[in-house]
């Protein structure tokens, strides 16, 4: 460049360059032109034919002479041009590759993560100002060494391994690393990735190198650990708060359990000999004014006795504990009962009392019967009492109905004093009345409505009234009741035509005496006159001990054995009695208890304890007999024959027709029930044996099949004994007199030959 005159900064100005060399080569043709162009050139003259040739001086034109330079010029500016174009165009990439690195650079200096470059041999290559932080030295004296210059040397032994890992592996290996920063002595966790390095041939050729802070991060983590921890153990000392304190309300609700059954049983007792001796009082023969007393004793203590299952089941279904059963029942024969039951204090003040069943709803449902009646008898029996002249009603009509289930309104009327109207929303919290002076005048707790209520919740309904003062009362509520198919509706009426408890010159003809195990001498005497009205033989015993004493001394047929005693109580006699290596006779005897608590769960426990049946105290006799009736059957060796037909007629009240269509339907039912059996005991299921040889003895008794019934209920204490090695022999047994029964129905045209 120095040719032109022109240093190579002053070439960094394109234009000013061209524009010169295009200007200089102008004015050097020019100067040629002004030396030469006038002067004489040597010149070779060439004679034309028919002339001599000679050497002369030629003179050229002046223009020709200004075409020719200026034709150079324009071609030396073209030429320039192109050179300037070409220039311009490799000087623009170097300077965007130059941007481009600069760039670069600064995005990796302003990066705050440490970022560097080593080849194979762990020597630095490059790395950005954050890395120079870390060394305490600069890119230039980093460059060209290893992690041995600048750290100790297990520093530096682990970064090369982590080096290595990554080469190793081929891929990006990451690590966490405490290190400490050289130019402020920061201790700081560093998150490292080391990422192999490969040229265009796929050839390793370093590693590069990312670091980044998580000191601050991990700072949070710890922070939120000790913090969770933290919450967890406030949670744990939270949670054995709770669980203190669900165990002093478990220990509290135990306690109060304790005492009601306490209560239970201390009231229960001698409400028992109030009650028992009054009925005995009742059967004598006694003036008018003795016989209104004794009815007064007998009202008393009946109220008494409602306060206390009130109390009772209050307390159970405030304790959630309450459960309704579900059984199959006819609705007209329970409304029917119900009614008969109350009719008599409506009669006595002249009241008119009816009931009416809408037809559209089923006869027979599914549910918990005995609560149903409960809450129709607080109801109709609170409008009674309340009501002085005229009417109570009660009307059942359809609600809703489903494929499963039928929603069933109840309607209790009456034409008594009404409820004021800001009294109505209280009238179902407990021990709360609408007029304080009712209890005074009526007697009651308050409780009667409130348990009500709880009962129709349980049957997933509800329950209000309707009400002005002077102007009567309408109480209903609602109950969602399942509804049976046809062939459940037909098994029902096999079970509701039971029969009845056999006649007690029977029992005593099978010479089967019962024992009665009762401590309290009042008890024993009422129990005693039930036994003897219901025509039984039997002993009595003060405690356990002389019970085993019995058993094992003599044969008996039942027994009814109290719970409470001294010396011995119930369930340590049932277990002696069950247990195979004690020497009383009968392991098997069916044990009905007495019980005086008659509380939620003591029917449970006293089955479970190996007792057949249960009675609350106080026992009424109605109640005794028939669970002496379902226990107390006569041998099958008793029986004449296996087919009671006069029986079976007299049941049905002589309709021949109607035994003819249950005949087969019987007979079907009683097979599966067979088959059932022996599927059970191959399989050594006790409970499914005992359910089918349960409900075999019912069907069969129901019609008159005496001989299969007697039979399955034989099955049904092979299964109570857990030891079902008979069980095979007793059920050829039931099979051939099942069989036998079958001929005989034939024979006698009650079923089809098939």
Not at 390 to 406: H, I, M, P, R, T
Not at 547 to 552: F, N, P, S
Not at 556 to 580: N, Q, W
Not at 667 to 683: C, D, F, G, R, T
């Amino acid at each position: 460049m120095s040719f032109y005159g022109y240093a190579m900064d002053g070439m960094t100005a394109p234009r000013t360059f061209i524009s010169r060399l295009a200007i200089g080569v102008f004015f050097a043709n020019l100067f040629v032109y002004l030396l030469v162009g006038m002067s004489l050139y040597p010149h070779q003259h060439h004679d034309f034919p028919g002339q001599s040739a000679s050497n002369h001086l030629v003179q050229w034109p002046q223009e020709a002479f200004v075409m020719a330079a200026l034709l150079f010029s324009l071609v030396s500016i073209y030429v320039a041009r192109l050179a300037y174009r070409k220039w311009q165009s490799g000087r623009a990439g170097v300077e965007k590759l130059h941007s481009s690195i600069i760039y670069t650079r600064t995005l990796l200096d302003t990066i705050p993560d440490l970022i560097w470059l080593k080849d194979l041999n762990g020597v630095y290559l490059s790395c950005n100002r954050t890395f120079e932080r870390f060394f305490g030295a600069s890119e230039a004296d980093i460059i060209g060494k290893t992690d041995h210059d600048f750290v100790v040397k297990e520093l530096a032994d682990s970064f090369r391994e982590h080096d290595r890992k990554a080469m190793a592996a081929g891929k990006p290996s990451s690590n966490e690393e405490w290190v400490t920063f050289a130019d402020n002595g920061q201790q700081a966790l560093l998150y490292t990735t080391k990422t192999p390095m490969f040229d265009a041939e796929g050839r390793l050729i370093g590693i590069l190198g990312v670091g980044r802070d998580i000191t601050d991060r991990k700072i949070v983590e710890d922070k939120l650990v000790r913090h969770q921890e933290h919450l967890e153990e406030l949670v744990a000392e939270r949670t054995n708060e709770l669980l203190l304190a669900r165990e002093a309300a478990e220990t509290a609700n135990r306690a109060k359990s304790m005492f009601l059954a306490n209560m239970s049983h201390e009231i229960r007792t001698p409400m028992n000999g109030v009650l028992g001796l009054t009925l005995m009082l009742t059967e004598t023969e006694l003036s008018k004014t003795q016989r209104h007393y004794v009815e007064i004793i007998k009202n008393s203590g009946n109220n008494l006795l409602q306060l206390i299952n009130d109390i009772l089941d209050f307390s159970k279904l405030e304790d959630g504990k309450f459960e309704l059963e579900s059984s199959a029942f006819d609705l007209q024969s329970t409304i029917g009962e119900t009614i008969e039951l109350i009719s008599f204090s409506a009669r006595e003040k002249g009241l008119e009392l009816q009931s009416v069943i809408a037809p559209d709803i089923p006869q027979w449902l599914m549910g918990d019967a005995a609560r149903l009646r409960q809450v129709i008898i607080n109801l109709v029996g609170n409008a009674i009492k309340f009501t002085q002249k005229g009417f109570v009603k009660l009307q059942l009509s359809k609600d809703a109905e489903s494929e499963q289930e039928v929603t069933v309104r109840f309607i209790v009327c009456d034409s008594g004093p009404g409820i004021p109207v800001d009294k109505i929303e209280q009238i179902f919290k407990p021990f709360i009345q609408a007029d304080g002076s009712i209890t005074r005048k009526f007697g009651g707790t308050g409780l009667g409505l409130s348990i009500c209520k709880k009962l129709v919740a349980l049957m997933k309904g509800e329950i209000g009234v309707e009400s002005h003062e002077g102007e009567g009362s309408i109480f209903w509520f609602t109950a969602v009741l399942e509804k049976l198919t046809g062939e459940e509706v037909a098994a029902a009426t096999f079970k509701a035509e039971s029969i009845p408890a056999p006649e007690a010159d029977t029992v005593t003809k099978c010479g089967r005496r019962l024992l009665l195990v009762e401590d309290d001498p009042i008890n024993q005497e009422v129990a005693s006159s039930f036994l003897v009205k219901l025509g039984y033989s039997f002993d009595v015993v003060d405690n356990g001990r002389e019970a085993l004493e019995a058993l094992i001394a003599n044969e008996y047929g039942l027994v009814l054995l109290d719970c409470m005693m001294p010396e011995m109580g119930g369930f340590e006699v049932i277990s002696a009695i069950r247990d195979a290596g004690s020497a009383v006779r009968d392991h098997n005897i069916p044990v009905i208890a007495l019980t005086a608590k008659a509380i939620l769960g003591d029917r449970e426990k006293c089955l479970a304890a190996g007792m057949n049946d249960y009675l609350a105290k106080p026992l009424r006799i109605e109640e005794l007999g028939a669970v002496l009736g379902r226990w107390l059957t006569v041998p099958a060796d008793a029986f004449t024959a296996c087919f009671d037909e006069a029986g079976l007629l007299e049941r049905h009240q002589g309709d021949r027709e109607k035994v003819k269509e249950l005949t087969p339907f019987f007979v079907s039912k009683a097979h599966q029930y067979i088959s059932a059996l022996e599927q059970s005991i191959a399989e050594g299921n006790v409970s499914e044996l005992l359910h089918y040889a349960h409900t075999l003895k019912g069907a069969a008794y129901t019609m008159g099949a005496t001989g299969v019934a007697t039979m399955a209920g034989e099955m049904e204490e092979i299964g109570r004994s857990n030891n079902l090695s008979e069980a095979g022999q007793k059920l050829q047994q039931i099979t051939e007199v099942f069989a036998s029964l079958r001929q005989l129905l034939t024979e006698r045209g009650w079923l089809k030959h098939s």
